[in-house]
């Protein structure tokens, strides 16, 4: 029996390994071919700083938007219980599992000029910044959803009680207890935004310095230049990797009740 378990425990070592080696090597790689020097040198050619800073200005507004918008939805999903609720949040998740090439459809489909709305947004800066709310969005409502009813009733009720209205309550209670699912969630949602290709590329297309994306630009740049697609991989690894550590401190950091009480303090 000892012997057995001796074994199972060796597989399972082994399993591990084999596990953690298939999931290191493609980001070590990305590092090993190119020297850093050479990496550095990449960087700085026209086509990486142009997807650079169409990425960096999309991913700003299109996080602009979702946090302007996404947060009175969330709240509102988290603070009232109506027939029906259980379908809009579905409906707020289903971007998260449409396939890109489905979601870039239906952005087409609303706001081409043959579409719903008959606009001109395709093919423009203003259609990346559509497609990245879009795909990106669903993952902050839902953490904002949790955020919000994570926070005690009973402080929200006593606040109320003590004559703070809804608006003051919300702003100066209920956001700043929340704040750390809410950033946590918004993490997730520039992640998500600023690796998004398949409805960028189906909605806004791939123009230099117009619509291409890092991840757009890396497509295009694999059967061009092999070094500088893996320099710009480089990058987004990079970024992707602070983002994870960031959203691993905000999880970690949760409000103490000191903190709790202050915050209601305030609010009175």
Do not use: C
């Amino acid at each position: 029996m000892r012997r057995r378990g001796l074994i199972v425990g060796g597989l399972a070592a082994v399993a591990a390994a084999v596990a953690l080696a298939f999931l290191v090597l493609p980001v070590a790689a990305i590092f090993l071919r190119v020297p850093p020097g050479g990496l550095l040198h990449q960087l700085s050619s026209g086509v990486v700083t142009d997807a650079l800073v169409v990425s960096a200005k999309t991913s700003v507004i299109a996080q602009a938007l979702v946090l302007l918008f996404g947060t009175p939805l969330a709240y509102f999903l988290a603070s009232r219980r109506f027939r029906g609720r259980a379908f809009v949040i579905t409906l707020v998740e289903l971007p998260l599992v449409l396939p890109p090439a489905v979601a870039g459809l239906g952005l087409l489909a609303a706001f081409s000029r043959a579409g719903l709305l008959g606009t001109s947004i395709p093919f423009t800066q203003t259609a990346v910044v559509l497609a990245v709310a879009f795909v990106s969005s669903p993952l902050y409502v839902r953490q904002g959803i949790a955020a919000f009813e994570a926070v005690d009733p009973d402080v929200v009720a006593a606040s109320r009680t003590l004559g703070a209205g809804p608006t003051k309550t919300f702003f100066r209670v209920v956001l700043p207890l929340a704040r750390s699912g809410l950033a946590a969630g918004e993490a997730l949602a520039f992640a998500r935004g600023l690796g998004e290709f398949g409805a960028t590329i189906m909605f806004a297309g791939s123009l230099q310095g117009v619509t291409q994306t890092l991840p757009l630009a890396i497509y295009e740049q694999f059967a061009v230049n092999l070094d500088t697609a893996i320099a710009m991989g480089a990058l987004l690894v990079v970024v992707s990797a602070a983002l994870l550590a960031f959203l691993k401190v905000v999880l970690t950091w949760q409000p103490s009740r000191r903190t709790s009480s202050f915050l209601f303090a305030r609010s009175t």
